[in-house]
């Protein structure tokens, strides 16, 4: 059974830090691409960034130069590190690993950018 748990969400002030994690159980970790989605209240969900299985990474514009993607193979997990938070990137935040035609979802982590 597939499993992605998200944590490391949370409550922060404009301009703070959080760092996200997705624990992933069920696949052969390392060769799956793994991302990051959010979906804000009456919002499109976004895609956030992604990291290949081989490293490369993309980012939204929205933010570029502020968060960063990356993974790690031995513990199964990829980690989404968020710096200079702003209201705007309040959302639900969701991992998932694609691999083909299979991609698999985690639960999602309340993250609330608010002074």
């Known amino acids: 059974q597939v499993r992605l748990v998200e944590s490391g969400g949370g409550l922060v002030q404009p301009g703070g830090s959080l760092r996200l994690s997705c624990a992933a159980s069920?696949?052969?970790?390392?060769?799956?691409?793994m991302g990051w989605y959010r979906q804000a209240p009456g919002k499109q969900r976004e895609l956030v960034a992604t990291?290949?299985?081989?490293?490369?990474?993309r980012y939204a514009d929205s933010v570029k130069g502020r968060f960063t993607i990356s993974r790690d193979n031995a513990e199964k997990s990829a980690t989404l590190q968020m710096n200079s938070l702003n209201p705007e990137d309040t959302a639900v935040y969701y991992c998932?690993?694609?691999?083909?035609?299979?991609?698999?979802w985690g639960q999602g982590t309340q993250v609330t950018v608010s002074s």
């Open positions: 998932y690993a694609e691999r083909s035609i299979n991609k698999y």
């Open positions: 069920g696949i052969i970790f390392s060769i799956y691409h």
């Open positions: 990291i290949t299985n081989a490293g490369s990474t």
